[in-house]
């Protein structure tokens, strides 16, 4: 939880304009079985500062709003409860509440007067706070009480803010702006070849033959019903006017019936001849030879793969237009994968020995390398610069440069990209600057806000850890 309230730590302090939000996207939200004896609005409680349903629905509607961004205005109640999102708004409204009690307890409160400002700061006046709640069906008292619970919490956040100290900043910017002087070889894995016998990739497969099995194959009853009849150009008219709408070009504009008269036909006869289709379908079910017996992958020429889903989970394919024809089958048999013999998988096992030993032929070489090493120089670079290495394409400079950085290593090598390496990069520091000042200076309001921003999220990651575990939090929600 607490990772997620890192990159949303703005639904810990509840905006203003929440309660519009709130009949935009998400309804109203069931949140369980109360126990006796407690308001029925009443959630959870920590000391004498109660959690109320309105609370957590206040949290659940900005977590919903966002999401359904994301989701394109998709997002509805059921999807979002099947990602978690009624839990993590429950969690979330529980830590609001724990830090108002805090905020109390150090002494902190919200004045009448405060809230008035605060409305009147974005209202501007009466007539137009009047029309908000209006139109937003709240009444002034529910509105204002929300208000003072976000305004404490902001409150006791402004007076925890930290700012970063000089040399923090410094410390901060030469993590990131540090620099070194490189000399660099760039070993492509095209230059390494690599001979394989044929005993070696026979003991290859011997070892790991339980890698190379066979596709799962199913052998089915496969029907074949012709789509044929006569059908006179009265029967086609009819037959178009009765399902126009169907025939539509890219604009969904209706084509006229001489642009899709084929396709009208077509149709028509299909439908004239599914009764055939049918029967032949209900005679397979009883059990009638009048079947040609296939063994298909899932993948197949014949079967759609959607449609080989079906017959596997229901062991029959209802008749579907195919062509010229309607199809339907019957599963006889799943047939499990088995090991496949040396033969038949030795093209397999070639390609993945020849990936093994070709990478470790690259290592090797690049090890030999860094023995008596000199390279290309680059001279100084700092982990953003991945347009002065020469050689590698943006993406595996910048992979390069990063990972380097996050080595404590002044000669080494380094396969890139990770997953499937493609070259061997060995590199040697020559020289080191703690901070690049010149990049700082640009960069340095930016440097402030990202060092004040880590201070303030350490602090308060600890803060809401720490109270979590002093307060004696009352759940009354079952």
Known sequence: MIEWMQTHRKWLVVTIWIATIAFIGAG?????????????????????????????????????????????GTLDDATAEKIGLKKQAFNMAIQQGVLRQFAKDLGLYVTNEEVAAKILKYFNNKKTYIQYLTQTGQKAKDFEEKLKKQMLIEKLLTALHLKPSKTLQLTFASALYNSDNLEIKIINKSSVKVNLSEDEIKAFWEKNKQKYQSPTMYKIALVKTPIKGVATENDLKNFYNENKTNYRNEKGEILTYEK???????????????????????????????????????????????????????????????????????????????????????????????????????QNKAKETLKNFSGQKTGFVT???????????????????????????????????????????????????????????????????????????????????????????????K
Not at 36 to 51: H, M, N, Q
Not at 404 to 430: D, G, M
Not at 442 to 459: C, F, G, I, P, Y
């Open 28 to 72: 109203f939200v069931g949140w369980g079985q109360f126990q006796f004896g407690r308001k029925s609005s009443t959630v959870a409680k920590i000391k004498d500062t109660e959690v109320s349903i309105q609370d957590v629905q206040e949290v659940y509607n900005n977590i919903f709003q966002e999401m359904n961004e994301k989701f394109g």
């Open 260 to 362: 899709v008269k084929e396709k009208v036909k077509k149709d028509y006869l299909a439908k004239i001849s599914k009764k055939d289709a049918i029967l032949a379908y209900k005679n397979l079910k009883k059990g009638a030879q009048n079947y040609k017996l296939l063994t298909l992958t899932l993948n197949n020429e014949i079967i759609p793969a959607e449609k080989m889903q079906k017959l596997i989970q229901t062991g029959y394919l209802k008749p579907f237009v195919d062509e010229n024809e309607y199809i339907s089958a019957k599963l006889i048999e799943e047939i499990k994968p088995k090991p496949l013999p040396y033969e038949k998988a030795k093209t397999l096992v070639k390609k993945d020995l020849i990936y093994i030993k070709t990478l470790q032929a690259l």
């Open 383 to 477: 982990k953003y610069d991945a347009n002065k290495i020469k050689g590698l394409t943006p993406e595996e400079a910048t992979e390069f440069l990063f990972t380097e950085f996050s080595l404590e290593k002044n000669k080494n090598f380094l396969l890139i990209p990770t997953t499937n390496p493609k070259k061997a990069v060995v590199y040697k520091i020559t020289e080191q600057k703690l901070l690049e000042k010149d990049k700082y200076e640009k960069n340095k309001d930016q440097v402030a806000a990202m060092s004040e921003r880590t201070l303030n999220d350490a602090l308060f990651d600890d803060l809401i850890k720490n109270l979590m575990a002093k307060y004696n939090i009352v759940s009354y929600v």
